[in-house]
């Protein structure tokens, strides 16, 4: 244990500033650490960094050993399934010591990969990061036969991509990049490449280029410009190829518009024109349009449409809306397609087979699921006429698996379960589904795993987890990092709040806009009702989130700071106003759909009810770690720092108050495996620290 005596927190200098809106002054005194180029800013968030480090010195041992703990549970030297993609079999590969993965490929068969062939590295994330702090790869996409290569790369973490294409015959890169790009997708031609670029100031794909092989970039046609601020682009292909699609979004609407593969000049085809509130989703096959739309309720439905008359007049129902079922996507094939639906919270594969050659179908069969709190989606599945179905499963106490499902023999086979090394033994472990009560009435459901012979009903240290914004649902996966705290004996719970998409979109529009508060009370009620049926003791909870999970940390932690022990809040979104007031920052626009726009005076009173940074007021508040980076192009690192500035002069308990900032990364955190470890072993030995439990 560490004889040097902790200092004293930092304190960051107050300038006084104030914006005044519909009545109602915005006082401001941290507003200068904005500046990120001012060295006074960088001196701050340093010194919080060795605060933090000095207040956490006698943890230090516990931190190595959690490190040391999780990386024993790392199979550190793997290979993921191969998939087949034309005459390729493509997989990654980790190797122990280094940070990244491998990407690569062999050629093969509709059987395999050929047992003797040669391994082609198509890119190594190791070589690529070299001298970088941070490094990752964000969109790929490889040309029809095999050939060509596109990815892009972020040294930065602030998620700004370069454009690079590879020539995967010669092994060479080409000099030629492109700025700021967000996906790629290659047309049937193998040489021409469609591409998105995001606007300097918004961070917002707007644009669609065009790019021919052999061509310099400076020499590639814009095709589309989208100047409404509430929308990204995304470029990509139908299933069966056939189609290269381009997608507008907002958080509300969306709009399509396709030209075929095979003739990448031609004009794109408008599958339905832009309508507020109305989102659609579309593949093709045999000359037939899917398309999944919420035109007629929130849950969405399927229809088909010739190729060529998509209208709305002439849609035809496949599969109907359903009030207590989300249809979340479609997977199509030649022969069948995939329902992804959610019922309950939980995730339902529903396969359909198709009649004949035309669009009419039937149900066919369900791929069962034994657990009761899971996660199931599509694996990654390249081959159109196929009979073949690859879907992936985990769950709270089952690592990731791959199966590939025999749609003809009706039968799931497990190609590769994640292996857990360190004497990991599922059965050791439980998990439960239970529901609390919200103070409307609202059953909100809570997903909880823990060890068997550790649980002590009532007496546990309790840790609960949750997000609730955006329609995202909370994934149950597996995570072998979790380990560290299960075996130590504390109860994990996952908190499915409105806001989120568990139970659909009503689920998401009751926990947003002008009912955002839900989500803070909805949370709230699940860590009382755990409480109260005795999986936690109420005396020691820690609870975390991050990013609008942030928010609700924030916002929960106002609203009860007794009921919770311990806090860690990961870049969180805790200064709504200021953020949702600056339309030059990178997001707001588009997430007035998500928040309401601020400007208008009922939402900006409702907002400033719940605002973290907003409502701090003298109080005790429970034992706080905040994480930031410096990079952060989501939520900017001066939220959380002006929120700790702020709350350090309020606060009036003796518990501790920490900033961490990575200096060197993005929304993300650390990108390598291993530095990743480090920053989860911090959160852990704080956790554990507060909780009684070191």
Same mark, same amino acid.
């Given at each position: /244990? ?8 930092? #304190? ?32 701050? !968030? ?93 969109? /790929? ?14 040294? #930065? ?17 080409? #000099? ?45 046609? !814009? ?6 601020? $509430? ?79 998509? @209208? ?34 939980? %995730? ?21 699921? %034994? ?19 690859? *879907? ?11 199966? @590939? *499902? ?26 439960? $589904? ?28 309790? *840790? =609960? ?9 909370? %994934? ?113 626009? %588009? ?38 980076? !410096?990079?952060?192009?989501? =939520? /900017? ?25 990575? /200096? ?31």
């Amino acid at each position: /244990m560490s004889s040097n005596p902790i200092p004293a927190p930092p #304190t960051a200098r107050q300038i006084p500033t104030e914006n005044r809106l519909h009545g109602v002054a915005l006082a401001d005194a941290y507003a200068w650490l904005r500046e990120k180029e001012n060295p006074e800013v960088t001196a701050y !968030l340093e010194a919080e960094n060795h605060y933090a480090e000095a207040v956490m010195a006698p943890q230090a041992n516990l931190r190595e050993q959690l490190y040391n703990e999780m990386l024993s549970h790392m199979k550190q030297t793997d290979v993921s399934v191969p998939f087949r993609d034309g005459g390729w079999w493509y997989y990654t590969r980790t190797q122990e010591g280094l940070q990244y993965a491998i990407h690569c490929r062999k050629p093969g068969t509709e059987d395999g990969p050929h047992a003797d062939a040669p391994e082609h590295v198509i890119l190594d994330g190791n070589v690529l990061a070299d001298e970088f702090p941070f490094f990752a790869i964000g969109d /790929m996409d490889i040309s029809d036969d095999g050939r060509y290569l596109a990815y892009t790369t972020d040294t #930065t973490g602030f998620r700004q991509y370069t454009l690079h294409i590879k020539d995967l015959e010669s092994g060479e890169t080409f #000099t030629d990049t492109v700025e700021r790009v967000g996906s790629v997708c290659w047309a049937a031609d193998n040489r021409t490449l469609f591409y998105t670029v995001e606007d300097e100031q918004q961070k917002r794909q707007y644009q669609v280029w065009r790019h021919g092989c052999g061509m310099r970039h400076c020499e590639d046609v !814009l095709v589309f410009q989208d100047d409404d601020e $509430r929308f990204n682009l995304a470029v990509g292909r139908t299933r069966d190829g056939k189609f290269v699609m381009v997608e507008a979004g907002s958080h509300t609407t969306t709009e399509i518009q396709v030209l075929a593969a095979d003739n990448p000049t031609s004009a794109f085809m408008l599958i339905a024109p832009r309508e507020d509130e109305h989102e659609y989703y579309v593949d093709h096959r045999n000359n037939t349009w899917f398309i999944r739309t919420n035109d007629r309720g929130r849950n969405f439905r399927l229809v088909t449409a010739p190729e060529a008359t998509p @209208e709305r007049e002439h849609w035809t129902e496949l599969i109907a809306h359903r009030d207590a079922i989300m249809l979340e996507d479609v997977d199509l094939f030649a022969g069948f397609f995939v329902a992804c639906e959610r019922e309950d919270g939980l %995730p339902q594969l529903r396969l359909w087979s198709f009649v004949n050659e035309g669009p009419e179908a039937a149900p066919a069969a369900e791929i069962n699921f %034994p657990e009761p709190a899971y996660s199931a989606h599509p694996h990654i599945n390249r081959i159109f006429e196929t009979t073949k179905f690859r *879907y992936a499963y985990q769950s709270l106490v089952t690592p990731s698996s791959v199966y @590939e *499902y025999d749609v003809k023999g009706g039968e799931s086979t497990l190609l590769k379960q994640l292996e857990v090394p360190g004497g990991f033994d599922r059965t050791q472990y439980a998990s439960e $589904r239970l529901h609390a009560r919200a103070a409307d009435g609202v059953e909100v459901p809570i997903s909880i795993v823990y060890r068997k012979d550790k649980r002590q009903p009532g007496k546990n240290a309790l *840790y =609960v987890y949750g997000y609730g914004s955006y329609g995202y649902s909370l %994934p149950l996966g597996f995570n072998s990092n979790r380990l560290s705290l299960l075996d130590r004996g504390v109860v994990m719970a996952y908190a499915h709040i409105r806001g989120g998409g568990d139970l659909g979109k009503p689920w998401h529009d009751a926990g947003k806009m002008l009912v955002k508060r839900n989500t803070f009370t909805d949370f709230i009620a699940c860590v009382e009702h755990l409480t109260a049926n005795g999986y936690g003791d109420p005396k020691r909870v820690a609870i975390e989130g991050g990013s609008a999970g942030g928010l609700l940390m924030g916002a929960v932690t106002n609203l009860r700071p007794d009921l919770f022990r311990a806090v860690v809040s990961h870049v969180p979104f805790v200064d709504v106003m200021n953020t949702m007031l600056d339309a030059t920052l990178p997001l707001t626009v %588009p997430e007035y759909e998500e928040w309401g726009n601020p400007n208008e005076e009922e939402y900006f009173r409702y907002m400033l009810s719940y605002s973290p940074y907003d409502n701090l007021k003298a109080g005790a508040y429970p034992a706080m770690l905040v994480k930031t980076s !410096l990079h952060d192009s989501q =939520v /900017m690192y001066w939220e959380p720092a002006k929120y700790i500035a702020k709350l350090r002069t309020l606060k009036q308990d003796q518990n501790p108050l920490l900033l961490v900032t990575n /200096m060197k990364a993005g929304h993300g955190g650390a990108s390598g495996r291993y530095d990743y470890l480090k920053e989860i072993a911090l959160d852990y030995a704080f956790i554990l620290r507060e909780l009684g439990l070191v």
